[in-house]
């Protein structure tokens, strides 16, 4: 079982030392395994969940630096390269899932789906037997204002759609997929981002009460994340003053540091970094399947091309370089793990190491056919329900 709490940074848990405890996730935490060194693939649902789908590095490189793919539902799963001519999925048909790779295994396959990225006609679904989206505006559908758009999404909403699809199956081998957006919502609900978070711990608490009470619970594997975090009250002077939320350009620490917990415990935990799209492979593994890895970046490397943005993680350094020039960002998160403090002037050999491999990978994760450069009317109305449009 994955579930997934969208916009959850790891900080905000009881058991990554929050002052205020997440009962229900600390309990899957207390009888798991806990990962700290893991980090979001991109710092945006649909390319975090796209590389958690497929094992893949998301990107919507070009090949030019400069000029990133156009944002659209075409490209904003991250996959776009991998696409067959004529396949206009963002979630390509020819890429293998996770979901038809449990499938195949002899898994039902069920998704509960909450956020509006995650719509079936961008291909998330395929290999579910049981796609269920909760709150999700359908294809033509009337826009949604965000307030009215979180409160069809709500966790209850999403419990409810849990136990209907729970009491359809048609065998006890069961791949679940849950997704909650009450963290997501904090703002467009009025509330603080502590709250969201216990809203949402409350979701995956009535979940976990209705495994046990069916049964489901015994034998289970539960796999807590998120896809990407949040910015709360932080800055980063005195080059960045953000206002709250988790739009990157660059994705500071507070984007990219996420929960990762797996129960019951599943083994030492590795020094070495993981991110989203490796996730996909562990899962696999923990099903007993055939192998797989990735090699688009080394197990050390974080890259997230943005839109405004090129940002790059190895090791103890990261950068963030503006794709229109100007001053390098770089931060040594060793000593400066709050990103304070630019020491691209003092380390120039190092920005031009990352400068040089990000080049290397803008050519590598590079679309090579067109793409549309519009976003189409029902990707601005899912937009607009996410809080992320103003108007249509």
């Not at 969201?196 to 495994?211: F, I, S």
């Not at 003053?241 to 797996?262: A, C, D, T, V, Y």
Request: aromatic share 8%; glycine share 8%.
């Amino acid at each position: 079982m994955v579930v997934v709490v969208d916009t959850l940074r790891r900080d905000a848990l009881g058991v990554y030392g929050a002052s205020r405890s997440t009962p229900a996730i600390d309990g899957i935490a207390a009888r798991g395994r806990v990962y700290r060194h893991f980090a979001a693939s991109f710092h945006q649902t649909s390319m975090s969940m796209g590389a958690l789908f497929t094992g893949r590095v998301p990107s919507i490189e070009s090949g030019d630096p400069a000029r990133p793919l156009p944002w659209t539902g075409q490209t904003w799963c991250g996959m776009s390269r991998l696409a067959k001519a004529g396949d206009a999925h963002c979630v390509p048909e020819s890429l293998p899932t996770l979901a038809e790779a449990m499938r195949d295994a002899g898994y039902w396959t069920i998704g509960i789906a909450s956020n509006d990225f995650l719509h079936a006609n961008s291909g998330y679904d395929r290999g579910f037997d049981d796609w269920v989206q909760v709150g999700l505006l359908a294809p033509g559908g009337s826009p949604s204002a965000p307030r009215a758009a979180s409160r069809a999404r709500r966790w209850e909403r999403v419990h409810e759609a849990i136990v209907v699809a729970l009491a359809r199956r048609p065998r006890e081998r069961l791949f679940l997929y849950v997704h909650y957006m009450d963290a997501h919502d904090w703002t467009i609900a009025g509330t603080d981002y502590a709250s969201a978070v216990a809203r949402a711990d409350a979701g995956v608490g009535a979940l976990l009460e209705h495994l046990e009470a069916t049964g489901l619970a015994a034998g289970a594997v539960v796999i807590l994340t998120s896809d990407h975090g949040e910015r709360i009250a932080e800055t980063h002077p005195p080059f960045f003053k953000p206002k709250p939320g988790h739009l990157g350009n660059p994705s500071f620490q507070e984007l990219l540091e996420i929960p990762l917990i797996i129960a019951p415990d599943v083994g030492p935990e590795s020094d070495v970094p993981r991110r989203s799209h490796d996730l996909f492979h562990e899962i696999r593994a923990l099903a007993g399947l055939e192998p797989t890895t990735n090699t688009e970046l080394e197990s050390d490397e974080l890259f997230l091309g943005e839109l405004h943005t090129r940002t790059y993680r190895r090791g103890r350094w990261k950068s963030a370089m503006s794709r229109r020039g100007g001053v390098p960002l770089l931060f040594d998160l060793a000593t400066d793990p709050g990103e304070q403090r630019n020491v691209a002037a003092e380390h120039p050999d190092v920005v031009a190491a990352h400068r040089a491999r990000m080049d290397g990978l803008t050519a590598a994760l590079a679309t090579t056919r067109a793409t549309r450069a519009d976003l189409e009317p029902d990707e601005r109305k899912r937009l607009r329900a996410l809080g992320y449009l103003e108007e249509d």
